[in-house]
């Protein structure tokens, strides 16, 4: 059986169901661990054996195609068997309980679940009846650890460190599992979160979590170091959060002109899908100067790629470090 | 399980006991004489010396005997279980609610539960009738009808009767009759969405959250519909700060309002969801610790006039699910007494008044013939030793549904006789 990596790392936690509780010293080591990978993506020859025989499940009960894509491209280049399991193809659709749903993937001896659920809560829930490492993929309005550790990379790369940073992010707070994985990353690794939007779409409370809050984009981007747009989904529209798109991309989409109040430098990221002219404008998001969302893909890779493996070879999951 | 005597006791003395009987105010040593189905002397005179020839002596070794509890916020489910939970609590009699499934609009089903309730021969069940049609808010319930066949008040459950001029119509017309409405205060629209309270919790869990609004806007308005109609307003399981201010300045006004709230709204915050428990998903929602502070303070400054259990049993189906989609509720029956009783060993209240709080008040809400000792009453009792620790374990109480909420935790008090008519109901396994 391959070995875990000369460097013998080993990440504490059975599962990934989210950032919040994690240590800054086990995000380091997440992060770390990824920069190898970034290493080897960029290389002809990009697999390693070291999850040769490791059985991963990409469970998904939500659309996805960048996730999904990004963890299957993970396991596939560490030698793992991969499957994919969405919605429309599972038995959920036919009231099978997501407990079953658990327990029927759990007889099947996999090593590791990636789950993506629209009810937050739904991973932690089925985490709690499989005997497999879990990694949560996006559950909700909760988390999405390994968004936020693809950012931290790639700010890391880009800025040699997170501590210290003023970081905004900014748009639809409130449905954002993004935006909560984020808060807690950032805040643990010392860096300073403001947060940007309309009161509608700012969580109740959410000052608690340790964040500044700004409902005008000039005032919050101002020297900025770093600039997260988040997706704006349309059926916001409906539930009287906003009342257009139009007015949205007035007060709080980004443009040049707002990003002009932002550090010179400052790096602009999105977590993907954009909605162009609606919270970022084209032009901003193409700018190849400032706009690091392709290198957040690339990063995303190598971070699920470093969790798999830490995962998955982690004793306490039945694993050989 | 219970020792079950479907025959009449005769004459049974209770001697040697600590005698709670809020509606008289006494606590005293001494003991109650029953004959047959009713009550016939109580106080220090019933000894064992005294005691007429031929009665049978059960020594109380001290313990406390007090009226049956009185419970009146119950939903049936299964009702042969619910009757056996209930007597295991020491509720001898509750008033059930209107559900989808029983929604008691119509005659029938109010002699349908009380007849139903009767041939168990546990705890008495006591109909609330439907304020609309199907629970719909919309078109009002025979409520005149509902009453003549049994129905002692009024409300639409777990569903706010959200339409204004329904509300008010509905209380006037019951207040034609002297009836009174019931009212789960939420106002749905600011409910719609939210699984919890509003709050930083539910930011960090990414649950939508219900503000504290969603019950003060509804009480308040309710407050002048009944200045209104003159109608009797009645405000079920009050949660929040705000709700009990807003009734202590109405009571103070005059207004004739009452309210009851449950043990969860006294007894937990809502940090006992922790990590997504869905047995901590109520409604209304568990709400943060001032509130819960402040529910104690209603309760006692008299503003909160009774504690209901709010008994919502659910299966594991219904729970065991992604927060979002489990069903609220939890049961509560089993834990009435104990889970009170805290407030007897926090030191906000003292043994009598807690006991009111379940049995003689709410009684008297719902004008019910029980939650006394007095001479003539029925001979509803319990035997309850208030210091007795023990940890409630879901999945040991008894009755089908486990989902309560207290699981897990440490409480005092434990019932050592339920007696219902004369009849020894429940007593626990040794």
New interface residues.
């Given amino acids: 059986m391959a070995k875990g990596g000369k460097d013998n790392v080993h990440f504490p936690h059975r599962h990934l169901l989210g950032i ?1 509780g994690l240590s800054p010293e086990e995000i380091s080591i997440l992060l770390d661990r990824s920069e190898t990978y970034v290493n080897q993506n960029r290389r002809a020859d990009k697999t390693t054996p070291l999850l040769h025989g490791r059985t991963i499940i990409n469970l998904f009960f939500e659309d996805s195609t960048r996730t999904r894509t990004s963890f299957e491209l993970a396991g596939k280049r560490l030698g793992g068997d991969l499957i994919n399991m969405s919605v429309a193809t599972s038995s959920v659709k036919k009231g099978e ?3 079953d749903t658990a327990m029927t993937l759990n007889a099947m001896h996999p090593d590791v679940l990636v789950v993506r ?1 629209p ?4 991973v ?2 089925l985490s709690e009846k499989v005997n497999c490492a879990v990694i949560n993929g996006g ?5 999405h650890p390994t968004q936020a550790l693809l950012d931290a990379l790639t700010i890391r790369r880009r800025r040699g460190g997170l501590s210290g940073l003023q970081v905004a992010i900014c748009g639809d707070i409130l449905h954002s ?1 993004v935006a ?1 994985s984020n808060i807690h990353l950032l805040n643990t690794m010392g860096a300073r979160v403001r947060l940007i939007a309309p009161k509608t779409l700012i ?4 000052e ?2 340790g964040v500044e809050i700004f409902h005008d984009m000039n005032e919050g981007l101002r020297d900025c170091d770093i600039v997260m747009m988040l997706r704006l989904q349309h059926e916001r529209m409906h ?1 009287n959060f906003l009342p257009s798109i139009r007015e949205y991309f007035h007060f709080f989409g980004l443009d040049y002109e707002k990003l002009s109040n932002a550090k010179e430098d400052a790096l602009i990221m999105h977590p993907g899908p954009m909605n162009r002219g609606v919270e970022i404008d084209t032009d901003v998001a193409d700018d190849v100067g400032r706009s690091v969302i392709r290198e957040q893909v690339e990063m995303g890779v190598a971070v699920r790629m470093a969790v798999l493996e830490l995962l998955a070879l982690n004793p306490d999951n039945g694993g050989n470090a | 399980m219970a020792p079950r005597n479907d025959v009449s006791q005769g004459r049974v003395a209770y001697v040697n006991a600590r005698l709670l009987d809020p509606a008289a105010g006494l606590d005293t040593a001494g003991g109650v004489l029953t004959d047959g189905e009713a009550i016939t002397d109580v106080g220090p005179g019933v000894t064992k010396k005294k005691a007429p020839k031929g009665a049978r002596i059960v020594d109380c070794h001290g313990k406390c005997l007090s009226p049956g509890l009185v419970d009146i916020r119950v939903e049936l489910g299964d009702l042969a279980a619910t009757v056996e939970a209930a007597v295991s609590g020491g509720v001898t009699s509750m008033v059930c609610l209107p559900t989808p499934e029983l929604v008691i609009d119509d005659m029938s089903e109010v002699e349908f539960v009380a007849r139903r309730a009767r041939k168990l021969g546990l705890a008495k069940v006591y109909p609330y009738g439907a304020v609309t049609k199907g629970l719909e808010g919309k078109e009002l319930a025979e409520m005149g009808l509902l009453a003549e066949a049994g129905a002692v008040a009024f409300t639409d459950g777990e569903r706010a009767v959200a339409d204004a001029q329904t509300m008010r119509r509905a209380m006037s017309y019951a207040s034609t009759f002297g009836l009174m409405i019931v009212q789960h205060p939420e106002e749905p629209s600011l409910a719609a ?1 939210g699984v919890m309270n ?3 919790t ?8 219900i ?1 504290k609004e969603a019950e003060v806007i509804m009480v308040e308005r309710d407050l002048r519909l009944a200045s209104l109609t003159g109608g009797r307003l009645h405000i079920a399981h009050v949660s929040t700060a705000e709700t009990v201010d807003t009734l202590r300045r109405a009571k103070a006004d005059g207004l004739n309002v009452t309210c009851d709230t449950a043990p969860p709204y006294f007894a937990l915050n809502e940090t006992a969801i922790g ?2 428990r869905t047995f901590a998903k109520l409604s209304p929602p568990l709400r943060a610790e001032q509130d819960r502070q402040a529910v104690v303070e209603g309760l006692a400054d008299g503003t909160i006039d009774a504690i209901a259990s709010d008994h919502t049993p659910r299966d594991e ?1 219904s729970k ?6 489990a069903d609220p509720g939890g049961i509560g029956l089993n834990t009435l007494l104990a889970v009170s009783l805290e407030l007897y060993h926090n030191g906000h209240l003292s043994l009598l008044e807690v006991l009111k709080l379940v049995t003689s008040a709410p009684a008297g809400l719902m004008g019910l013939p029980a939650g006394s000792l007095k001479e003539g009453a029925p001979a509803d009792l319990i035997l309850f030793d208030p210091d007795e620790g023990w940890k409630v374990d879901a999945d040991k109480l008894v009755g089908k549904a486990q989902n309560s909420p207290f699981d897990g935790r440490p409480v005092q008090g434990r019932v050592l006789r339920t007696v219902i008519d004369g009849r020894p109901v429940f007593e626990p396994d040794a």
């Fill in positions: 919040e309980t997501l407990i659920h009810h937050s809560g739904a932690k829930l559950d909700g309005s909760h988390e599992r909560r969580p109740p409370e959410v608690r979590l539930g | 969405d509003a709050g930083e539910a930011t960090r869990l990414g649950l939508f959250g503000p990590d997504y189906e065991r699910l992604p927060f979002a989609q």
